[in-house]
């Protein structure tokens, strides 16, 4: 049981950035997780995509890539885009912290 709030940036493989996704959409809807923020591709065209969709408040696609640092300090950035979701109501703060990362919808 996944509760209160949660930062998720899953699995990129499959099938587990599927499974990810449905457990934090079945935590958002059973009212356990209040708010979260999930970073993924921007795969608009996965069924993942459209089942993370389908219960968020609000979508940041990014203006250019998100680098990633690792545990040993290289640094590597995705050959695609990424898209932050945010599930809660306080969309307004989600909005002012994201807004300079990309557009949001």
Not at 5 to 27: D, G, T
Not at 57 to 66: E, K, N
């Amino acid at each position: 049981k996944w509760t209160g709030r949660v930062w998720l940036n899953p699995p990129y493989s499959q099938p587990a950035v599927q499974q990810f996704i449905v457990k934090l959409v079945a935590e958002v809807k059973a009212l356990n997780v209040k708010e979260a923020v999930m970073l993924t591709h921007n795969y608009t065209d996965t069924e993942w995509f459209h089942i993370a969709e389908s219960a968020c408040s609000l979508i940041c696609f990014t203006r250019g890539r998100i680098k990633f640092v690792g545990a040993d300090g290289s640094v590597a950035a995705p050959t695609q885009g990424q898209a932050f979701f945010y599930y809660g109501k306080r969309v307004q703060s989600f909005r002012h912290a994201f807004e300079t990362f990309g557009f949001i919808r």
